[in-house]
């Protein structure tokens, strides 16, 4: 049986007769309860423990012993005497509360049947890292040819809509291309239709910076666009607009902003003059129907799509896999075709695989609540505390000006990539969803949690720590394009200062990544911004998930080593593709439950793609 603790904050009165219970890291004000510390966390100090100067106690109970609010589950604080605080040791507590009921221990699973495989640890000898999300900046050197000539009509000044199977290097040239345009900037603005797509490529989501989410009538919209000072602005300033996965931006959304960017503009031009620059591939998953009964409307079938997107180019060389029957198996499942051939492949992948570092593959499947049921199986066997990091969640005013209120933060923080709540032992297995450039960790960086550890006992060791507490010096180029902070007040700054304090005393999840890199992970922020570009809401999270499973929803864009991918209940076009493209080969790819019929593509993408343009691969027959 793993132990399992609930962690009490107790409140106690300082020398100045102040009452401190646990406003520390208290988030918005619907929140109940915040608490810290465990006994195996607290430096072998299970009873208490004390935060330098700012005399807060804390006290670990186990879980029975905990005493509640009889109309609540949230942990009732204690009150114990204290003749001194100075008197009790000065140990580091940890952010965490296991307020849920303890996990029982699940009996023995049988292991798989079926040949098991042991993979090499390291990549395949001919992997290509240029796409790998850690090459961050391409030159023009890393390029192939046919990338060369998309990145030269983008010089040019022309829009251009660039697409590919997966693996073709497209967001690869998507950060060669913001790179040469200089980086993202007021006129060079880099969004992705989903967060996870604008995390990949160091941008924004396409609707937050656009005007807010475009479920609203068009008038309403271009409305709203108008009298937004700070929108009308972004908008007016814009000379090149990159959207990544306009697969996910239906038809609808698509003529909104156009006729957005030319209302504001006031320039008769197709989407007011701006060049696009637009990525993605329609043959993965499609965007979401505003109601149940909406045919699916993808962005080529817009009113404006044509006249706004000239050139239409699709990339041929596969780059993220090099076996030719990995590739073409994964071109005719793109566009809804299984040969013999490839379904015997399919087939012989029924295998289990194994790893001798202990980082099992990551399975895809296709419904949320499989992901969650498999992390939380995965998580239930390990042996150890359930350590538990509850988010800080903040909000201040909306776009109206506004003080948010409960039903609307709820909104905003579920929209948010980072969860309220991330659940963690020893060997749990986990993904970063943070970029992070420097340390060569990414958004879908998957590694093994292997200690909880304080930020002074990582420095000690030269460890790498991620948090918004230890951000490196930025260059003397962004420091000067960045706008200037607002002045802090009093009580904004001793909250800092305070929630720094806590930070250096707590013991943070070590994670050691694929490969090799080990890093601390502490608490990053995650913001959601009104239209107007104003800060609305921020939650404070360490940036990491269970990562024993994902949707296939939540892969899409991410580049695995590893996968296991489970085809049962796959409902939707290009679900299949896109879980089995992930992989980067055939070595590392395990496929469970798979039939014919589980692949398909849409009949209009399949139509459309038809009439893409191609550039020819070889140096010799480039036109410049």
């Not at 905990?66 to 204290?82: D, F, L, V």
């Not at 379904?343 to 029924?350: D, E, K, Y």
């Not at 929630?499 to 922020?525: D, F, H, K, S």
Request: hydrophobic content about 35%; some cysteine; proline content about 7%.
């Amino acid at each position: 049986m793993s132990a399992i603790f609930r962690f009490v904050c107790t409140p106690i009165i300082t020398s100045t007769g102040l009452r401190l219970h646990h406003s520390v890291w208290l988030s918005a004000s619907h929140r109940l309860h915040r608490s810290f510390g465990t006994s195996a966390h607290l430096g072998g100090h299970p009873q208490s423990s004390k935060l330098a100067r700012t005399n807060i106690l804390y006290q670990a109970q186990p879980l029975q012993q905990i005493q509640t609010h009889p109309e609540s589950t949230h942990p009732k604080p204690s009150c114990i005497p204290i003749s001194s605080p100075s008197s009790l040791p000065s140990v580091p507590p940890r952010i965490s509360r296991p307020r849920r009921t303890a996990f029982v221990q699940p009996p023995a699973v049988a292991a798989e049947t079926g040949t098991i495989k042991f993979a090499p640890l390291e990549l395949p000898d001919d992997f290509d890292d240029r796409v790998s999300p850690v090459s961050f900046s391409p030159s023009y050197d890393d390029l192939s040819n046919e990338q060369k000539q998309i990145l030269h009509k983008v010089r040019e000044g022309e829009s251009i809509f660039f697409t590919g199977s997966a693996g073709t290097g497209k967001s690869v040239l998507l950060r060669a291309i913001i790179k040469d345009l200089g980086g993202p900037s007021a006129s060079v603005v880099v969004t992705g239709s989903t967060g996870i797509a604008a995390i990949n490529i160091g941008g924004q989501t396409l609707h937050s910076w656009a005007v807010g989410l475009g479920n609203k009538p068009s008038r309403q919209l271009i409305n709203r666009a108008k009298y937004a000072t700070n929108v009308r602005q972004r908008w007016m300033s814009v000379k090149t607009l990159i959207i990544d996965e306009i697969s996910m931006v239906s038809s609808r959304w698509f003529d909104v902003l156009e006729e957005i960017a030319r209302v504001i503009r006031n320039i008769n031009k197709p989407f007011g003059g701006i060049q696009l620059v637009v990525c993605g591939d329609f043959f993965q998953l499609p965007p979401v129907a505003e109601r149940p009964d909406d045919p699916t409307m993808f962005a080529f079938n817009a009113w404006k799509w044509d006249r706004c997107v000239k050139t239409k180019v699709k990339l041929t060389q596969v780059f993220r896999q090099k076996d030719p029957r990995l590739i073409g198996m994964l071109n005719d499942m793109r566009i809804g075709q299984v040969s013999d051939e490839s379904a015997a492949l399919i087939r012989s992948l029924g295998r289990q695989v194994q790893y001798e570092d202990g980082i099992v593959p990551t399975e895809i499947v296709p419904l949320r609540w499989m992901a969650e049921d498999s992390n939380r199986r995965h998580l239930r066997r390990l042996p150890g505390e359930l350590i538990e990091f509850e988010s800080i969640d903040r909000t201040y005013r909306d776009e109206s000006k506004r003080k948010i209120g409960p039903a609307q933060a709820e909104a905003i923080f579920k929209q948010m990539v980072a969860p309220s709540i991330v659940q963690l032992k020893v060997d749990a297995q986990v993904m970063s969803i943070r970029n992070n450039r420097d340390e060569s960790i990414v958004n879908g960086s998957v590694g093994r949690v292997i200690d909880f550890i304080t930020p002074q006992q990582a420095r000690a060791k030269e460890i790498a720590i991620i948090s918004r507490f230890n951000r490196k010096p930025k260059s003397k180029t962004d420091e000067a394009n960045k706008p200037k902070p607002k002045r802090k007040s009093p009580q904004e700054s001793k909250r800092e200062r305070e929630e720094r304090e806590v930070y250096e005393l707590t013991r943070w999840p070590l994670v050691q990544y694929e490969n090799g890199i080990e890093a601390l992970m502490g608490p990053v922020e995650f913001t959601s911004e009104t239209p107007g570009g104003d800060k609305q809401a921020v939650r404070y999270q360490v940036p990491l998930i269970l990562a024993w499973a994902l949707t296939v929803h939540k892969s899409q864009g991410q580049t695995l080593s590893r996968v296991k991918v489970d085809l049962r209940r796959t409902f939707e076009k290009g679900q299949a593709y896109v879980a089995l493209s992930r992989c980067t080969s055939l070595e590392g790819l395990e496929v469970r439950n798979f039939t014919k019929d589980v692949v398909f593509a849409h009949p209009r993408v399949q139509a459309w793609s038809r009439n893409l343009i191609t550039f020819p691969v070889e140096p010799e027959t480039m036109g410049w």
